[in-house]
């Protein structure tokens, strides 16, 4: 799936995704950032996995020392160095996010958020291992998910970006909680809590989980 952002759903498309959204999403997403802005002091370096054309970079560029944001879409990548041209201390850069392009213990803070575990489409294991390796010791990875309690938002979210014909039309045979599934092959599953307990168990990480808003389930982990 992370194809079919990178083809089909990147740059402008994407931004009008946010655009469409009602009015108890773009709270979830306000609830989501203003979670992060709470753990984000001045002096950390941050990284964003997954960074659109700059949505959230722009909204932390005042709270970090330095800024990092990844994404494998190159228009993405265009559209947020025009939106984040004003912050000298932010930087986009084309890469993937299952072969982090850093050095160790780079990061104080790593951002995973808005279902990226279920998103980005690499081996969960796989991408936490990499997470928990450009951040510095005692450093904070977060990963969100969407709560339960937010699926028929998300659904309906999800709706109008069909409608505007940013997806393809919904198939509600194939969708069911937790899982959006469009007739032109976007799916759009979910990562639950057990999912990250079952993940801190396997590579040991010392974590917690925190659910926001009731839209959003935080996986914090601290290396």
């Known amino acids: 799936m992370g194809q079919y952002y990178r083809k089909s759903l990147s740059a402008e498309r994407l931004k009008r995704c946010y655009d469409v ?14 979670h992060v802005k709470n753990h984000i002091h001045k002096g950390k370096k941050v990284l964003e996995l997954g960074c659109g054309y700059g949505r959230v970079l722009k909204e932390l560029a005042n709270k970090c020392q330095t800024l990092v944001g990844i994404d494998l879409a190159p228009d993405n990548i265009l559209m947020a160095q025009n939106h984040l041209s004003e912050y000298k201390n932010v930087e986009v850069i084309l890469m993937d ?12 803070v790593v951002l995973c958020i808005q279902n990226g575990l279920s998103a980005f489409k690499i081996k969960p294991v796989k991408l936490v291992k990499e997470v928990i390796r450009v951040t510095r010791t005692r450093g904070l990875c977060f990963f969100s ?26 198939d509600y045979d194939a969708t069911r909680p937790g899982l959006i599934v469009c007739k032109d092959g976007f799916r759009s599953s979910t990562f639950y809590e057990d999912d990250f307990w079952r993940l801190a168990e396997t590579l040991k990480l010392e974590s917690e989980i925190v659910e926001v808003d009731n839209s959003s389930l935080f996986w914090e982990v601290r290396k």
């Open 21 to 34: 959204a009602p009015k108890r999403t773009i709270q979830y997403l306000e609830a989501e950032i203003a």
């Open 97 to 108: 996010a299952e072969f982090l392009g850093f050095r160790d213990n780079q990061f104080d």
């Open 145 to 170: 998910t969407y709560s339960q309690k937010f699926w028929e938002d998300r659904l309906e979210w999800f709706r109008r970006q069909s409608e505007e014909g940013l997806l393809g039309e919904i």
